[in-house]
């Protein structure tokens, strides 16, 4: 490659509180137009912001998650820009003293690891939004909803650390997990409640010196950021090979195109003229509240992955698919409990579990099928009352009815025949209907025991106990 990549990435997380940063208006997604404001979070004359306790609780819940160093003492500021969507002419965020500094997250990409560290976390108000289409006269006007006009967000810097497209992508997909997995944010990218900038920009390889950065910017899904990314670095390394300059600016993503257009030149820092809010004091977080935070937080997923794998015996893969919500791997834990088995669990939850709950687009807190009810299940397995073959079938049933898989069985005489007895009159019979199968297999055509077998299966209707058939339909064939 003539040139290296370099990429950082800036994601806005909203919080996910019931008011707004600074007031009490609720921050309910779809609610009609201008139906979630007041004075404050419009910036009328003589309003003065309050700031939302459970906002900062959630903001240090990200960075000790994170693994950032939380500030003792940080600073609001007010960011000076005119914008239609911009009712205050400012936005309330922070700057040269934010929350939280440092941290980072460990990525695994194509096999290889590489730490992408974080410059900082940092508290802000959302603006509002501007709707430039569905109305009668969208041609001619624009339309205000100031309904997101202070919503808590925070948002993430990273440092320059990644060099692929992929790395980016990866990025963005675990950052998400992890603000999800602690409550944090709602992962709801559609809806705008998390949402990326992406800073590229492309150097010689093997130049330490950093090329000009561009930032593309509202990219709300991985597919799109990885996208947006490889395009910017083909322009940008088609500009530079045509003896161009690439210049600073801010570009949008046009998903319909497959390409980056130009939106406006990129402001710098002092474009903004930061100046501390005098309408808010310093936040001062002391060390007992963070502690509190703290003890509040779950088992974040990388330390879950670990203890799965030490715990319960896991694969690294059934781990990870398994750690994908807490809400899933809380799921396979009562599982286990119930039934004992944790690589019957995992096969089980990742299995006909997952197939059943994505066939019907459900969530696994949708499942019907209690981790109690599967660890049943799994029991009658365990126990050689049923075959793996009817407890699909059981399953299936327990999930259509929300019956326990014991009384499933019971009442439609699913129990595994067991009794050598019955099992042997049944290979009886088959031998008996294919004489030339075992002829072939007696003469030395062991492939015929598996037509065999599922001939005995066929004739016990699929109850005969698996280990149990084999082990007497090749007596009977050896002795004949």
């Not at 309003?47 to 990200?62: S, T």
């Not at 896991?314 to 791997?329: F, I, K, R």
């Not at 009794?419 to 042997?424: F, G, H, M, P, S």
Request: charged residues 25%.
């Amino acid at each position: 490659m003539r040139y290296e990549p370099v990429i950082g990435l800036e994601i806005h997380a909203q919080l996910q509180t019931q008011t707004k940063a600074f007031c009490g208006c609720s921050t309910r997604f779809g609610a009609s137009p201008n139906s979630q404001v007041c004075p404050v979070c419009l910036g009328l004359p003589g309003a003065l912001p309050v700031l939302n306790h459970e906002a900062v609780d959630l903001a240090l819940r990200a960075a000790l998650a994170l693994g950032c160093e939380v500030q003792p003492t940080s600073i609001f500021a007010r960011k000076n820009y005119f914008y239609p969507d911009l009712p205050k002419g400012y936005q309330i965020s922070q700057f040269e003293r934010p929350i939280a500094l440092g941290g980072g997250l460990r990525l695994t990409v194509d096999g290889a690891e590489r730490w992408v560290g974080l410059t900082r976390i940092h508290m802000e108000e959302d603006a509002g939004k501007s709707l430039h289409e569905g109305f009668l006269d969208s041609e001619r006007r624009t339309y205000l909803d100031f309904n997101r006009s202070g919503v808590p967000l925070i948002e993430i810097v990273t440092e320059p650390d990644m060099r692929t497209p992929a790395e980016g992508a990866e990025f963005f997909t675990r950052l998400r997990d992890v603000l999800v997995w602690i409550g944090v944010n709602d992962g709801n990218m559609e809806e705008g409640s998390l949402r990326c900038d992406a800073n590229v920009s492309i150097r010689p390889a093997g130049r330490d010196a950093f090329g000009t950065k561009v930032e593309v910017k509202n990219l709300n899904s991985f597919r799109y950021l990885q996208k947006a990314i490889e395009f910017e670095i083909e322009r940008q390394a088609d500009v530079l090979d045509r003896g161009g300059r690439v210049l600073q600016e801010t570009r949008l993503w046009d998903s319909s195109a497959g390409r980056t257009l130009s939106m406006r030149s990129k402001e710098e820092a002092h474009d903004y003229r930061y100046f501390p809010e005098p309408d808010l004091p310093p936040l001062v977080v002391g060390a007992s509240r963070v502690e509190a935070v703290r003890a509040s937080m779950p088992e974040l997923p990388a330390a879950r992955r670990v203890r799965f794998v030490d715990q319960y015996g896991l694969p690294d893969y059934d781990a990870g698919v398994l750690t994908q919500s807490a809400s899933l791997a809380a799921y396979f834990e009562r599982t286990v409990a119930a039934c004992g088995n944790a690589k019957a669990a995992s096969n089980w939850v990742m299995g006909e579990l997952l197939r059943v709950l994505n066939e019907r687009g459900e969530g696994i807190g949708e499942a019907a099928v209690s981790p109690e009810s599967l660890g049943g299940l799994i029991q009658l397995i365990d126990r050689g009352t049923i075959s793996s073959s009817i407890a699909k079938d059981v399953f299936a049933r327990m999930h259509a009815t929300g019956a326990a898989a014991d009384a499933i069985v019971a009442a439609e005489g699913l129990a595994q025949i067991g009794d050598e007895a019955a099992l042997r009159t049944v290979i009886d019979e088959v031998l008996a209907a294919n004489g030339d199968a075992v002829a072939q297999y007696r003469a030395g055509k062991a492939a015929t025991f598996g037509f065999l077998v599922g001939q005995v299966m066929k004739g016990t209707g699929g109850k005969a106990n698996p280990k149990l058939a084999n082990q007497l339909l090749r007596q009977a064939l050896e002795q004949g």
